[in-house]
């Protein structure tokens, strides 16, 4: 994975490891148009690649742009809104929550994911 994230993006993006299967990408792009270009690509290459462990394997990716004073939270949560539309779509899709979540809807983190156990 580490390979196709490095082949896709530019030497000054910057690729971090969030959790065991989530990774942020922090780069600059032209215009709306252009970033979700490059994460398509991203999306299509690992589709395709033949991972010698487990076969073909699909990714789910979502997306924001980080305003002017945002908090890393602030654009977390937007981007974790993105990813959770992307999956509850069918998976191995880019969704941006700019132009495809509506923010009038709860997040999934207050209405809870299936299966989740709430501890108070």
């Not at 530019?10 to 959790?19: K, P």
């Not at 065991?20 to 398509?40: K, S």
């Not at 937007?78 to 997040?107: F, H, I, M, W």
């Given at each position: 994975?580490?390979?196709?994230?490095?082949?896709?993006?530019?030497?000054?993006?910057?690729?971090?490891?969030?959790?065991?299967?989530?990774?942020?990408?922090?780069?600059?792009?032209?215009?709306?148009?252009?970033?979700?270009?490059?994460?398509?690509r991203?999306?299509?290459?690992?589709?395709?690649?033949?991972?010698?462990?487990?076969?073909?394997?699909?990714?789910?990716?979502?997306?924001?742009?980080?305003?002017?004073?945002?908090?890393p939270?602030?654009?977390f949560?937007?981007?974790?809104?993105?990813?959770?539309?992307?999956?509850?779509?069918?998976?191995?899709?880019?969704?941006?929550?700019?132009?495809?979540?509506?923010?009038a809807e709860?997040?999934?983190?207050?209405?809870?994911?299936?299966?989740?156990?709430?501890l108070?």
């Amino acid at each position: 994975m580490a390979r196709l994230l490095r082949k896709t993006f530019r030497h000054d993006d910057r690729i971090y490891r969030f959790g065991g299967e989530e990774f942020v990408v922090l780069m600059r792009a032209a215009d709306p148009e252009a970033a979700r270009a490059a994460l398509e690509r991203l999306r299509l290459q690992v589709q395709d690649y033949p991972f010698p462990q487990v076969g073909r394997i699909t990714v789910s990716v979502g997306y924001t742009r980080i305003r002017e004073h945002d908090t890393p939270s602030d654009a977390f949560e937007r981007a974790d809104r993105a990813l959770y539309l992307a999956k509850s779509q069918g998976r191995n899709q880019v969704c941006s929550y700019e132009t495809d979540v509506n923010p009038a809807e709860p997040s999934a983190a207050s209405r809870g994911a299936e299966g989740d156990i709430e501890l108070f």
